[in-house]
């Protein structure tokens, strides 16, 4: 698991305010691959999610220890610009949260404020909403609302605008927890072909869908990182105890 | 299975029922090679029928236990421990089953061979059927257990039984030599002795998948790697 890391995280920990969430984790994912972050509510997961696109400088008080190194380079180094680290390390959440703006608009925010001129922008919206899997569904609504598109649908909005800033690394934070199966069963498949042009780094408490798209698999517990291994070994022989208790459905 | 149980009383209990079926399947494919046996040394042909028709129980029970398993990989979708504890269940009524169908062969031998005047004393062969009920006996014990020390034993008894069973043919070659009226018979016997091999053969199967279910190693080729 050492080959082709684009990001590792060193001896991180963090903190709200006085109350350690996260506790000397180290760890490294690699490019191009899904990883998938698992373990009980509240065990952190968010919280490192966040860390790794500066997400958690926007909440008062907190604090980090150790380094996390994207391509080499330390994110948290006092010269570097957390905006720019957002645009390469994009973010989505649990809940869609398109923007109170026509579908087109959704897309195209972002890419005029990093200054793409008009010209590409129309080529670069159709080509983040295929992407995303959604084109066909919107591209004849495309000055309607997007709060009136169906939560699957505004879900991979959300991931096409995600896209259309050409971020190296998405980071989803249970993205399919609020839909249906089918639009599940879209955004796991999306995720699969993602994953040949970015590097994705998935929060979901389903097990099953941890095990179906992830390649490696890590588990928390506490604040603290358990075990982080290939995906089929963790879901067929975990090394530790604590692993093969929570993925099993066991309780303490 | 051990300490922690699920949070799924349920699901607790379904994986426990499919323990306990097991052991009554292999309880009732102990019974049947003991009867076969015995049908065979006291010249006991209605014993051997019995044999024949409880077979029909076994098979039932192998397609129950069978189908409560797919049920769970289905609906649980079991992970870790819970899937290799399945997954082994479902080979070992396999396995199980198939000696069911050993302990028949060995019956409608015996009573072919009850038509006939003994061929000879039976001494080893009552051994093999005690050494081979062993075998099942132990496979299981270390399935509940998940006790690796009684799966390795059951391989060594494995051992044993070939080298039985070898000795076995050689004895019986020497009666075809000596007289071709002692060739059918001998050849029945033999049947008898390799069927009881065989069924060593499957109860180490049995070991071998428990020892899969609890090291996660497959150790039944040397060249397969399940999970590397
Ligand atoms: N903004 C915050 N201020 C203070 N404490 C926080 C904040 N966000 C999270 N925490 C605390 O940090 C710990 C980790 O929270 P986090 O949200 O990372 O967990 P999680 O693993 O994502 O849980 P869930 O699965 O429920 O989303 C928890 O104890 C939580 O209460
Ligand atoms: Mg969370």
């Known amino acids: ?252 | 299975m051990e300490e922690k149980r699920h949070t799924s009383l349920h699901y607790e209990k379904e994986l426990q029922a499919i323990k306990d079926g097991i052991i009554y399947l292999g309880a009732l494919t102990e019974t049947a090679i003991r009867k076969a046996m015995k049908s065979l040394s006291d010249r006991d042909t209605e014993l051997a029928r019995s044999v024949i028709r409880d077979d029909d129980e076994i098979d039932r029970l192998d397609t129950d236990l069978e189908e409560r398993c797919i049920k769970i990989l289905a609906l649980r979708q079991p992970t870790a421990i819970d899937l290799r504890f399945i997954t082994t269940a479902i080979k070992i009524t396999g396995h199980l089953e198939r000696i069911g169908d050993m302990a028949v062969n060995i019956a409608e031998k015996a009573m072919q061979l009850n038509e006939e005047p003994q061929l000879k004393p039976y001494i080893d062969l009552p051994r093999m059927a005690d050494l081979v009920g062993g075998m099942i006996k132990d496979s299981l014990d270390s399935f509940v257990k998940s006790d690796l020390d009684q799966a390795e034993k059951v391989r060594r008894v494995e051992q044993v039984i070939d080298d039985l069973n070898e000795q076995i043919f050689r004895e019986l070659l020497t009666f075809m030599m000596e007289d071709s009226k002692n060739i059918h018979r001998a050849l029945l016997v033999m049947q008898v002795s390799k069927n009881m091999e065989r069924i060593a053969d499957h109860a180490k199967g049995i070991a071998d998948m428990v020892t899969y279910m609890v090291t996660g190693e497959c150790v039944r080729h040397r060249t397969c790697n399940m999970l590397e």
């Not at chain 1, 939560?151 to 399919?176: F, S, W």
Request: net charge neutral.
């Open chain 1, 1 to 252: 698991m050492e080959s082709n890391a684009i990001i590792s995280i060193n001896r991180v920990n963090f903190y709200y305010g006085a109350v350690r969430a996260l506790t000397d984790i180290s760890m490294k994912f690699r490019k191009n691959k899904v990883t998938a972050l698992i373990g009980p509510s509240g065990c952190g997961k968010s919280t490192l999610l966040r860390l790794l696109n500066r997400m958690n400088d926007l909440i008062d008080g907190t604090r980090v220890e150790g380094e996390i190194l994207f391509e080499g380079q330390n994110i948290y180094a006092p010269d570097v610009d957390p905006v720019e680290i957002r645009r390469k390390i994009g973010m989505v959440f649990q809940k869609p949260n398109p923007f109170p703006k026509t579908i087109y608009n959704n897309i195209a925010y972002g890419p005029k404020l990093t200054g793409v001129n008009a010209g590409d922008l129309d080529a670069l919206v159709e080509q983040s909403l295929k992407q995303a899997v959604l084109w066909d569904e919107v591209k004849d609504i495309m000055s309607k609302s997007a709060m009136n598109l169906s939560g699957g649908q505004q879900q991979r909005l959300c991931i096409a605008r995600a896209l259309a800033m050409k971020p190296d690394i998405l980071l989803m934070d249970e993205p399919t927890s609020a839909l249906d199966p089918i639009s599940t069963a879209k955004i796991e498949e999306l995720i699969e072909e993602l994953k040949k042009d970015y590097t994705i780094i998935i929060v979901t408490h389903n097990m099953q869908q941890a095990a179906r798209i992830s390649d490696e698999t890590a588990f928390f517990y506490i604040g603290n990182l358990i075990e982080y291994n290939k995906t089929e070994k963790i879901f067929t022989k975990p090394e530790v105890k604590q692993t093969e208790d929570y993925i099993t459905g066991r309780f303490g």
